[in-house]
């Protein structure tokens, strides 16, 4: 069968991918490139998992096809830290413990991304909307919509290298 | 043509460990040459934790920080049997042989100690900073990391150790049933605050408020973790799911995420916990373990609820919101059954 | 929200602990937040192969013919796996610790038990090139009649779901039909009770659905071992299950796992890694086999359904005097783990209360549909739904708060359990007062004051002359459906005890006991001190010390 190359920016990198015709952007992104951080849970659009940012814009990898992704703006969970420096999301997650099992996280996190990407200042009600695409099945959301809520509000404050944006024990 | 609230209650104990026994674990702890440890294991981490609770067991029972203590799991080479992560085995079995191993290991490490301080080792205590010294004289100290390095390139002796829990396999007596199920029980006691539309059926959760009992928190965030994601299942169980919705009945399973239905997070409800401990006599510090009981006195909670709320009884799980409209059509109509305290 | 009640049994514990009891963050919580933690489908593999299974669309058939020759000159497909193929094609999950007879195939051989029971694998360059293969498959099936309720397969007459238990309900002790739970005579209580209720719970199968799908990735590795990379919940469970099916030498397994997306008993039973290892068996290659999201929900092991029948008698004065329960566990078309839940379930009886007269019977039942596994809270789950609101609607009836009605009933410490062991570390009492407080639900001062230290044992401690039977021997044809008939009190043949049916009698004081240490933290290797008193009648026992002695035949 013959492969259709595909360029794109991933998590600001130039990257390319031979794809067969029909793939979709997460197997693209998990074979042909060896980001497994974004997650297969369904294939079918109902968990969001797989939950990855195109142009800004929260996107199912599992729906997308990749021959479609030429030329785009790609994010992932690998993306979200500024070298060691966690996003401001990732951190809140950690502190409230809003992860058990990790498998919802990645995708969960591209959510949240984008909602604070456009909106800084979300109610609750605003965050449990932006994620409610994604399922997660051992934490009771609680933590999650606290962990979003409090990066909203830290946010704007840069983290300093080093110590604050490592994870503490 | 209302909504109607609810408040219904439901208490229960929960058996830790694999029914009659015979669920053995295995560890292995270790240290490197700088006196940092390594517990390894076959158990398996679903979310619950069993790495960061197994650490935390090994890092007091050695008498060392945390930091100095990683685990390892999970590789049917180097890891030792372990029976598996179900039936709130974890933390009370796996655990408790985790606590042997670290305890060999600690052994070695303060005969080692001692010989180089020239002391009994009875004499020493570990400050759980890293450094080991003769009780009550603080100054006359080693580190740990002195320890090892002086225990494997002089001493010859190797700072690690080996341990297995196992409760022997109860016999069951085919007649009376008589048997020993576990040895320690965790408790719960759970309110369900909710809210009936009986135009609808649809049930709204408003408030949970709970105690646990559960031996020993070993650590009281990831204790939350649990008791919050579980009441979640627990009224996810009682109100949303099924693979057979019309059961015995196979036909119009649920195929995804869109049909299997869950509560998402604008349906969830604060619940307000109070955590008990009376520690397990055989348990790791006392240890328990909450992952399977957090979810279970929602179902009746919820049930008892709904009856407080509309005086319908639904006897068959999940209750949706078809089955609790035929209920009160059945039944004439909504009847709050008013404060389920004080006599009726 | 969450406040630890420090103040509870502060007397038992030290709470000057260095690491224990601290809020310290998780080991993988770093890994999780920046999307490196590695699940079992995060391996890449050079020349991975992907496996696919044809399942059974009717829930009862007789395969008549099956014919992959279409399939196997399909584009991209390595190997098409038929049962033939399976070196040991029969197998129960529970014999790995001698409980249970075989009765489930990895691949359908002659007929298929349930709709999705696997009947045939292809492995394929690509997941759409094996779902291509699967399409060309050829199956001549003869539909059979299915049952799907519990008390219609115990009726005589009903279709035989699985031919190793004829009767459709699993073996106990090689000689009944149901596990069975003695305490007092509750028929004698029920006579004399101020109030009777009888009334009927059912819970529905349940899916566990986490977010990652059941898989494996199974490959060749070096030293003529394969290397597998499980989601697994029971790394020493699985293997052994694949060594036994695969006919292997366990050490040329090597299971690698240990971070799952979510298990809740859903990863107990081994659903890929049999068939992902025997696919790079015969095709030299890695294999990928993982569970698509329909065929996790409907074809994956859910919770079985359970079914629950409680009678309970009742005094004015809240006391409930008497517990009868009869529970039906629906295991689907095989075993897993079905016998061992039902046990569970009937150790638990009649929950944390102190009731003297319990008579418990609780069937493993075969049905048409998919086997059923494990799930969180195994065996209790759904009989505590049904005893929690059975003790709503008594707390209802006799005009008690319901808080109250648990209080005191509640066991105690040194209390005497239907499955006669004594209580201890008792703490319900306290989890309903705690509860009542922080919710603002009132009650009595006399119920603020009882605690699980005091009130129990002394006449609470001994087991009551109790009735038995022989109700349910297997042979005897199965029961009759719905409640079972009232047991006729009989004394047990040729055993020295205690006579039965019971007469007006004080419940009989404890034998001496030995004391429960007050212990540090445990020792190693010697079996440790627990619950233990010394039956005051006791029945025949099993000298056996391996479940199969004790449960059923012992594997071939």
Known sequence: MA?????????????????????????????????????????????????????????????????????????????????????????????????????????????????????????????????????????????IINAILDAASKRGRQPTSGEQGRARI | MAKHRGRGMASINYPIGMNLGGDPSQALVHSNPEGKFTVTLSAIDLGQGMKQVTRQIAAETLGVPISDVYVDTADSDTGPHDMGSFASRGTHRVGNAVMVAAKEARGVMMEAAAEELEVNAADLETDGRGNIHVKGAPLRAISVKDVAIAAQFRQGKTIAGRGIFLIPLSEVNAETGEMSPVSCYAHACLVADLEVDDETGEVTMLKMTSAYEL???????????????????????????????????????????????????????????????????????????????????????????????????????????EKVLRAIKAQGGARPQGAPAGRG | ????????????????????????????????????????????????????????????????????????????????????DVPVNKNTLLSLIGFGKDDEPLLAVDKVRYKGEP??????????????????????????????????????????????????TFE?????????????????????????????????????????????????ETNDRFVVHTCTQALFFSLGTAAKLLDLPSNRLHFIGGTVGGGFGGKVDSLTEPLSILGAMLTGRPVRYVLGREE???????????????????????????????????????????????????????GPYTIPN??????????????????????????????????DKLAHKVGMDPMEFRILNAYRDGDMKAHRREAHNCALIECVQVAAEKAGWPIRDEFRRMNSLTGGGGERAGIPATATDEVGRIGTGRPASTTPPRAPAMPIPSTPRVPQPVVAQPRMAPAPRPVMPTPPPPPPTAPLPREQTKPVAPGPQHGATRFSSVFGTRRR
């Open chain 1, 3 to 143: 492969k259709t190359p595909v360029q794109f920016r991933l998590n600001g990198a130039d990257k390319a991918v031979f794809v067969d015709g029909g793939e979709n952007l997460l197997n693209a992104l998990r074979r042909g490139i060896g980001d497994m951080s974004v997650k297969f849970g369904c294939g079918q659009g109902t968990c969001g998992v797989c939950t990855v940012l195109i142009d800004g814009e929260p996107r199912l990898a599992c729906l997308t096809l990749a021959e479609t992704c030429g030329g785009r703006g790609i994010e992932t969970a690998l993306g979200l830290a500024e070298g060691p420096n966690l996003h401001p999301l990732q951190e809140a997650f950690m502190e409230h413990f809003a992860a058990q099992c990790g498998f919802c996280t990645s995708g969960m996190l591209m959510a949240a991304k984008a909602l604070l990407d456009r909106d800084p200042s979300p109610t609750r009600e605003d965050v449990a909307e932006a994620i409610s695409g994604n399922i997660c099945r051992c934490t009771g959301y609680e933590p």
């Open chain 2, 215 to 321: 031996g020993r928190a070993i650590n009281p965030k990831m204790v939350e973790q649990q008791l919050v994601g579980g009441a979640w299942m627990g009224m996810s169980h009682a109100l949303y799911e099924t693979p057979e919705p019309y059961y015995p009945d196979i036909a119009h399973g649920p195929r995804d995420y869109n049909e299997y239905v869950m509560p998402g997070p604008g349906d969830i409800c604060p619940h307000d916990i109070a955590v008990l401990e009376r520690p397990a006599p055989d348990g790791p510090f006392g240890g328990k373990g909450p992952g399977e009981m957090c979810a279970n006195p929602v179902l009746p909670a919820v049930a008892n609820a709904i009856f407080n709320a509309v005086g319908v009884r639904i006897d068959e799980l999940p209750i949706t919101p």
């Open chain 3, 1 to 84: 929200m969450l406040e630890f009640r420090k103040e509870y049994f502060k007397d038992e514990r030290d709470d000057h602990l260095n690491e224990v009891g601290q809020p310290r963050q998780r080991q993988d919580m770093l890994g999780h937040v920046t999307g490196r933690t590695r699940y079992f489908d995060d391996h890449a593999f050079e020349g991975l192969l992907h496996l696919k299974v044809l399942r059974s669309p009717h829930p009862h058939a007789r395969l008549r013919s099956i014919d992959v020759s279409a399939a196997e000159r399909s584009a991209g497909v390595k190997r098409v796996i038929l049962a033939a």
């Open chain 3, 119 to 168: 009947i045939v694998a292809v492995v394929a360059e690509s997941e759409a090139a094996a779902y291509a293969a699967l399409a060309k498959i050829r199956v001549n099936c003869e539909p059979l009649p299915a049952v799907l309720d519990v008390e219609e397969a115990i009726k005589p007459g009903a279709p035989v779901v699985n031919e190793t238990y004829p009767a459709n």
């Open chain 3, 172 to 220: 106990y002790h090689e000689k009944y039909n149901h596990q069975k739970l003695r305490f007092g005579d509750v028929e004698r209580a029920f006579a004399s009770a101020d109030f009777v209720l009888e009334e009927r719970y059912q819970m529905s199968p349940i899916e566990h659905a986490p977010t990652e799908t059941n898989g494996s990735i199974a490959a060749p």
């Open chain 3, 296 to 350: 996790e929900m409907l074809y994956g092991c859910p919770r079985g359904a359970e079914r629950h029948y409680i009678k309970d008698g009742v005094m004015r004065d809240g006391r409930v005097v008497a517990r009868k329960v009869t529970s039906y566990f629906d295991a689907g078309a095989y075993t897993r783990l079905s016998s061992y839940g039902a046990v569970k379930c009937i150790a638990h009886l009649p």
């Open chain 3, 358 to 391: 319990v008579h418990g019977d609780c069937y493993c039942v075969f049905t048409n549909r998919t086997p059923a596994t494990a799930m969180r809270g195994f065996g209790i789950t759904g009989v505590d739904f049904a005893l929690e609101v059975q003790m």
